[in-house]
């Protein structure tokens, strides 16, 4: 579910999301129009994807990107990484969505710093236009386990920490 209350503690806002499986909403950014961006993992094969750039579910466990407007209605939702976790967004002054998770999938990135699955766990980023076009996505880590803490946006750079246990890959 999503949903907005006031400073005064009303509820402004509440909807379900999600299909038949189970569903988790884990960060949410909002826009300076007030729209809603969240990301989550879904085991659904329906019900997530709308107008996006990935709109089938890969199996297992997958993460999800959704746009609401501030009324709550969907703007386009799409598949993002398989066998995510540890999920983080952050918006752009252009309004841009970044999306950081810890992942063991390869085959994801495209146009990005690493295109290649290093290791146990990667850091996987990917970067969405307002309108939910992917414009680049990327690995980083080493060749071991990398966890994503928090991924965050300031003057133009992109800022990710977290944990790694590989001794490559990162300096």
Known sequence: YVAKFDIGG???????????????????????????????ISSSTSGIAYAGYDMSQS????GF???????????????NSYNASKLRCTLDAEQNLYVG????????AIFGFDLTFGGVNDVYITKISPSGTRIWSSYFGG???????DIVYDK????????????????
Do not use: H, P
């Open 10 to 40: 009303m509820l402004q806002l509440s909807t379900y999301y999600g299909g038949a499986s189970d569903d988790y909403a884990y960060d949410c950014a909002i826009d300076t129009a007030e729209n809603i961006y969240f990301y989550g």
């Open 59 to 62: 199996g297992g466990s997958e």
């Open 65 to 79: 990107i959704v746009k609401l407007n501030k009324y709550g209605v969907r703007q386009w939702g799409t598949y």
């Open 101 to 108: 998770c810890s992942t063991y999938s390869s085959g994801m």
């Open 143 to 149: 060749s071991n386990d990398e966890g994503l803490s």
């Open 156 to 171: 133009g750079s992109i800022y990710v920490a977290g944990s790694t246990s590989s001794t490559d890959g990162i300096n």
